[in-house]
């Protein structure tokens, strides 16, 4: 600890007066891309940014490392809640090449502006626990067929319905948009049922929107960004998602007030009873079951895939993955230590604490795991199948386009069309 | 320790992060000059019609909110003023809503503010006041002018209490009506407490940030101000951008509160020049020709 301050405060310093010089140079950094990641050296303590564990679980896998390593101790460095601060701090430490942070615990969709921008290091394949985790987890922290990070947790989206209800009309979760369209149609007929909407899931301008409509666009066969990368938004696909959402608002199967939806007012609308279905992550089932009179639901929900166009959707993929800052010191300290935390015995341990989906596959079958957590087998099957959400360097930039053409299109200030071919113009500009 | 922020944001602004990708998919950036580019982009180029909107929302919630507050903290100081049951008590929860953090504040309107949420409830509507247009803007609006008029209100009450009493007793004896003494004692003597409680409170609505952020949200049309939008280009890593948004809203800032204290402050001489006439000793003798004076003054 005590040896990194003079450290960065000459990084800082000399960085001062580069501005104040107005020196603004900064050449390329050397590319050794696709080559054999360098060996990570050097042993000693190291730190772990992440965000807040409420759980407690990840704060016990880093006592037992701690525990079994007195010379190569951990220390947590605890970062806000919110995500983009989250983003933005360990984006600082990376600008100013600071050794503060070791190992950083990324979302999913932040690793790819991090690898390209050379502030995580690629990791030896060989040396990682990659066997038996979730294929699309593992290809969510690669960027330009090289390992940058390593699963952590992982998260997808589940259909949640009224079983009751659905029953008491004698049909089933919907596997298509068409089918949940009819079985609403269905429920909605009973007197039990008055006063109800259909669907919800996140449209408020967020990245839940995001999240939304990638979803709703890999449903109908499209995506957001082809094979090589490149945009497609402007496809008939990814209108006939856009138009899902768009005449779902129109027709009231959405209800108007899903606009200011994110997890958390959807959330409480389903436990309300106001809702047949909603899109949402697996972490609203616990308080959706909630026995303390809290939800009116308990007992009375299913979860399924999300639906799709002509069958099955297609969900985006969530979570967390772990990183070593390329500006750190005793890098190979680190790799240990995220070998150790990602390790199975480790992610099955935490599940005691925490409700986080493992990232092994094997743990989503574990019979005693399964009946503490039984939205897993649906989870395991939601994630198998995900896609990742735009593979973006600009990530942020791209989200706030696809947040403010989609938001356009379900207010009614746009088109479908029209957002769909400035949302393509945009998304161009920002990807070369 | 001020200045050198300064300088350096206006040394940033000057610059622009250029980044592209290699043939490998790695990203090759370097900080280019650009002089006073991100300006043009800001007052003609791509970002203008944003920068417009985003100047216009900040004024028109400055002169509305500051407006509102400015009556309702007057009317609230005239009542704490008053010698009533009760008005400690008053007074302590006046100061409620300004002492809470505006974040905090910002999620608690949200929250009665939801779709869901009791504004609606009460009011038997369906309004969306947390997704876009007017409502939204109302909502912001209600909200500020919650958390803020009671700082205009204790500032105004601190004026109100210099007041000696004997001027009252004098305009009543001279059958001065209760809206002749506001008019004619009460808001020329508190001017000058008033006047600075408004120009701290130009100042904050100027830069307001957590309320639209917090209660509707980030990148909302309607509600976008420009210290929201300095902080997303800082956000997307655009740190010249967002260093010029933040010297045009510091230019805004200035010029603004230059012509509030240059309107002021022709006012403050004014009162202050009749003020060493009418010293303390001649009004002991005759009190009454000093609110006279002042009302023509203020008439004129």
Request: overall charge negative; some cysteine.
């Amino acid at each position: 600890m005590r040896q990194r301050r003079p450290n960065r405060f000459a990084t800082l310093s000399a960085l001062a007066i580069g501005v104040l010089t107005m020196t603004a140079c900064g050449g390329p950094s050397d590319s050794t891309a696709a080559s054999a990641p360098e060996e990570l050296s050097g042993r000693g303590p190291i730190t772990y940014v992440s965000s807040p564990d409420s759980s407690g679980a990840a704060q016990e896998t880093i006592e037992a490392w701690n525990a079994a390593h007195p010379e190569e101790p951990v220390e947590w460095i605890e970062l806000p809640l919110d995500a983009d601060q989250q983003r933005q701090q360990m984006i600082q430490n990376a600008q100013i090449e600071s050794d503060a942070y070791t190992v950083l615990n990324l979302d999913v969709v932040w690793t790819s502006e991090f690898a390209a921008n050379r502030w995580v290091e690629p990791l030896p394949v060989e040396e990682l626990p990659l066997d038996g985790m979730i294929d699309a987890t593992v290809e969510a922290a690669t960027y330009a067929d090289q390992q940058f990070a390593v699963p952590y947790y992982t998260d997808g989206a589940l259909l949640y319905g009224r079983s009751d209800l659905l029953e008491a009309a004698g049909v089933q979760m919907p596997t298509t948009w068409e089918a949940m369209e009819q079985a609403c149609a269905a429920v909605l007929e009973l007197p039990e049922a008055e006063g109800m909407s259909c669907y919800a899931g996140q449209f408020d301008k967020n990245e839940g929107l995001t999240v939304n409509f990638s979803e709703a666009a890999a449903s109908a066969g499209g995506a957001l960004y082809d094979a090589d990368g490149q945009p497609s938004v402007d496809t008939p696909e990814t209108l006939d998602a856009l138009n899902f959402l768009v005449d779902g608002f129109e027709s009231g199967m959405i209800p108007q007030e899903a606009v200011t939806f994110q997890e958390e007012q959807g959330r409480q609308a389903f436990q309300d009873g106001d809702l047949v279905f909603l899109r949402n992550w697996p972490y609203i089932y616990n308080p959706l079951s909630a026995q303390d009179g809290s939800s009116q639901v308990a007992g009375k929900f299913t979860v399924a895939p999300i639906p799709g166009q002509d069958g099955p959707g297609v969900s985006t993929l969530g979570g967390r993955n772990l990183a070593i800052s390329s500006s750190a010191e005793n890098k190979a300290t680190a790799l240990d230590f995220i070998t150790f935390f990602v390790s199975q015995e480790q992610e099955r341990a935490r599940l005691e604490l925490s409700s986080r989906a493992p990232v092994y596959s094997a743990l989503f079958e574990d019979q005693e795991i399964v009946s503490a957590l039984p939205y897993l087998p649906t989870l395991l099957q939601s994630v198998e199948s995900a896609q990742p959400r735009p593979k973006a360097v600009q990530y942020g930039a791209a989200t706030a386009a696809i947040q403010d053409a989609v938001y356009a299109a379900i207010t009614g200030k746009q088109t479908p069309e029209e957002s769909l071919a400035g949302l393509q113009i945009q998304l161009e500009e920002l990807a070369n | 320790m001020i200045f050198y922020p300064l300088l350096s944001a206006v040394g940033q602004s000057l610059y622009s992060a250029e980044s592209r990708l290699d043939e490998n998919g790695f990203v090759v950036d370097r900080e280019v000059f650009v002089g006073l580019e991100n300006y043009a982009e800001i007052f003609v180029g791509a970002q203008s019609e944003r920068f417009y909107n985003a100047l216009a929302n900040t004024t028109f919630f400055t002169v509305v909110s500051v407006a509102l507050e400015t009556v309702i903290g007057v009317a609230f100081a005239l009542m704490m003023n008053r010698a009533f049951r009760g008005r400690a008590f008053l007074r302590a929860a006046v100061l409620v809503p300004w002492a809470i953090p505006t974040a905090v504040s910002g999620l608690l309107w949200r929250w009665m503010f939801q779709a869901d949420g009791i504004v609606n409830a009460l009011s038997g509507s369906q309004v969306l006041w947390t997704a876009e247009g007017m409502a939204a803007q109302a909502a912001v609006i209600i909200a500020e002018v919650w958390k803020t008029s009671p700082f205009i209100g204790l500032l105004v009450l601190a004026g109100l209490q210099i007041i000696p009493e004997e001027v009252y007793e004098a305009a009543k004896l001279d059958g001065a009506s209760a809206w002749k003494q506001f008019w004619a004692i009460t808001l020329p003597l508190v001017k000058p407490a008033l006047m600075v409680a408004v120009l701290f409170r130009l100042l904050d609505a100027l830069r307001m940030f957590d309320l639209p952020f917090v209660l509707v949200g980030p990148r909302k049309e309607s509600v976008e101000t420009l210290s929201i939008l300095a902080w997303d280009s800082a956000n997307q890593l655009q740190y010249g951008a967002a260093s010029a948004f933040s010297i045009v809203l510091l230019l805004y800032v200035s010029v603004i509160v230059y012509m509030f204290v240059r309107l002021l402050g022709a006012d403050i001489f004014q009162s202050d020049a009749t003020r060493p006439q009418s010293s303390r000793r001649r009004r002991a003798v005759s009190p009454a020709p000093r609110p006279a004076a002042h009302h023509q003054e203020e008439t004129r």
